[in-house]
């Protein structure tokens, strides 16, 4: 089965709020919301790999952040290994900039939206 290292950023602003997209067409798990993140290059650091994804899709430079949690889980034929780091400093303003759905929401709304599965026990511990 296919294994994906992927890093994924949780980003807090000022008023607590918290940064979320919607997967688009054709990606895997499209139309479910999610954080920003993507998948690690061969040989790059998760670290790395989440700042990088997080400048290419929303415009963000995170300039203070911590590992969150880190998690594998299955899907039908994809196994991931999942770094989420929370970002409570950062330069520059959300854009949308592959044609997504960014929004910032309260972490109370989180239960409204629909996320992958793999995400559950992280929205458990950020409610
Ligand atoms: N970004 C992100 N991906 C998640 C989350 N939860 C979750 O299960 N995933 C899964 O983790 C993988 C992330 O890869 P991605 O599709 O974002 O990869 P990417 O940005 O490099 O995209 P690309 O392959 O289109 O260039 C997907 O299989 C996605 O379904 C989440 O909260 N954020
Ligand atoms: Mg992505």
Same mark, same amino acid.
């Given at each position: 089965?296919?294994?994906?290292?992927?890093?994924?950023?949780?980003?807090?602003?000022?008023?607590?709020?918290? !940064?979320? =997209?919607?997967?688009?067409?054709?990606? #895997?798990?499209?139309?479910?919301?999610?954080?920003?993140?993507?998948?690690?290059?061969?040989?790059?650091?998760?670290?790395?790999?989440?700042?990088?994804?997080?400048?290419?899709?929303?415009?963000?430079?995170?300039?203070?952040?911590?590992?969150?949690?880190?998690?594998?889980?299955?899907?039908?034929?994809?196994?991931?290994?999942? #770094?989420?780091?929370?970002?409570?400093?950062? =330069?520059?303003?959300?854009? =949308?900039?592959?044609?997504?759905?960014?929004?910032?929401? =309260?972490?109370?709304?989180?239960?409204?939206?629909?996320?992958?599965?793999?995400?559950?026990?992280?929205?458990?511990?950020? !409610?």
């Amino acid at each position: 089965m296919k294994k994906q290292n992927i890093s994924i950023a949780i980003v807090q602003n000022e008023q607590q709020q918290l !940064l979320i =997209s919607r997967r688009q067409k054709g990606q #895997h798990l499209a139309g479910k919301w999610e954080f920003p993140g993507g998948k690690v290059a061969e040989g790059e650091a998760y670290e790395l790999a989440m700042l990088r994804e997080l400048k290419e899709e929303v415009g963000l430079t995170a300039t203070k952040y911590k590992l969150f949690d880190s998690l594998q889980f299955d899907y039908d034929q994809l196994k991931l290994n999942l #770094h989420f780091y929370l970002v409570s400093e950062y =330069s520059g303003e959300a854009q =949308s900039l592959e044609g997504q759905e960014v929004k910032w929401i =309260s972490p109370e709304q989180l239960k409204d939206y629909d996320f992958p599965e793999a995400n559950v026990g992280v929205i458990n511990k950020l !409610l």
